[in-house]
């Protein structure tokens, strides 16, 4: 027997103005799935609308902060039905000593960004040999 799943569409979260931000555009908060390999982290962020050249992603104090502009191809058109708005992204992830923070890498492809995280050396699992005695 088939169990049915139900598919609910979850619509952009805009991030609420507290002061930062000075552009009369909307920014919206991208969502992300992250998730764990044997050697690495990885981040996916989706952002539809981004292209690789306007992903700026900065990382300091621990801080992991993910910042993108998107063009807006329908500026000056006036649209007959909207369900998509434009808006920039923005989004910060602390980031723990358990990540080799100079290792970190990112790729771009059609507006999914995908971070790399590579686990710090001394904290991958490693097994440890019993010596004879």
């Known amino acids: 027997m088939m169990t049915e799943r139900l598919l609910t569409a979850k619509t952009k979260q805009e991030i609420e103005p507290k002061g930062e931000f000075t552009g009369d555009r909307p920014v919206?908060?991208?969502?992300?799935?992250?998730?764990?390999?044997?050697?690495?982290?990885?981040?996916?962020?989706?952002?539809?609308?981004?292209?690789?050249?306007?992903?700026?992603?900065?990382?300091?104090?621990?801080v992991l902060t993910l910042k993108a502009k998107v063009e807006d191809v329908l500026k000056g058109v006036e649209p007959i039905v909207q369900e998509y708005r434009v808006g920039d992204y923005y989004r910060r992830f602390t980031i723990s000593s358990l990540v080799d923070h100079e290792k970190i890498s990112a790729h771009m492809k059609d507006g999914i960004l995908k971070i790399i995280l590579p686990k710090a050396e001394a904290k991958k699992p490693r097994k440890i040999q019993v010596a004879k005695e």
């Open 28 to 62: 919206f908060i991208p969502p992300v799935d992250i998730y764990e390999e044997k050697e690495n982290l990885i981040l996916v962020a989706d952002m539809p609308g981004v292209r690789e050249e306007d992903v700026d992603i900065q990382l300091e104090d621990n």
